[in-house]
């Protein structure tokens, strides 16, 4: 066996009986039945009931009769807290959880809008629609104004569209990187902002109850 690895006790629901299985010895690993070693612990029932302070042996031997592990949830509080529970099914539930949490992270985007200074009515309107529905999905957007040639030394006229962008999706948005000039651009990124849009859209259905 490994030197990192050490073996701990899990009750085997099948055989009725207690084994030793082998896991690495990770400082932050959570610690179950008879890894735990703390000489008392505060303990919760599998429905989440508090059932006090109690021996780890007692504690241990509740778990065992009801067929499960005894995890600790709570390692810094004291007594520590540990909770009757299938210690498989519950780092199951958690590896789930964790996945869900990142896939939903990979699916946020940063889209890139890019508007001139003398940026016309009809593009400006049209581009600034596709910024509102990348914030709406949840994405953050990068605007980006190009400057060429002498434009570049009115970066009043870029901040005044950033603004009016920022302006026009305030109810979907907020201002994660306030505009700043980078070479000949001057950039802005937005976020998708939940609160305010959870906000937008109860006005929108109290505005349309009222008509």
Known sequence: MRADV???????????EWCRIATSDVNNETRINDRIRAREVR?????????????LPEALHIARELDLDLVEVAPMANPPVCKILDYGKWRYEAAQRD??????????QIKEMKYRPKIGP???DTKTRRVA????E?????????FRGRE???????????DRI????GSLAKIEAAPKLDGRNMVMVLAADKRAQAAATKAAAAAAQET
């Open 6 to 16: 050490r073996p701990i006790r899990v009750f085997a629901r099948e055989r009725k």
């Open 43 to 55: 303990l919760v029932d599998p429905e989440g009931r508090q059932l006090g302070i109690k021996p």
């Open 99 to 108: 996945k869900e949490s990142r896939r939903k992270t990979s699916n946020i």
């Open 122 to 124: 009809g593009d400006f």
């Open 133 to 136: 529905r990348f914030l709406a």
């Open 138 to 146: 949840g994405h953050k957007v990068k605007i980006t104004i190009m």
């Open 152 to 162: 570049v030394a009115h970066p009043e006229l870029g901040k005044a569209i950033l």
């Open 166 to 169: 920022a302006d026009d999706v």
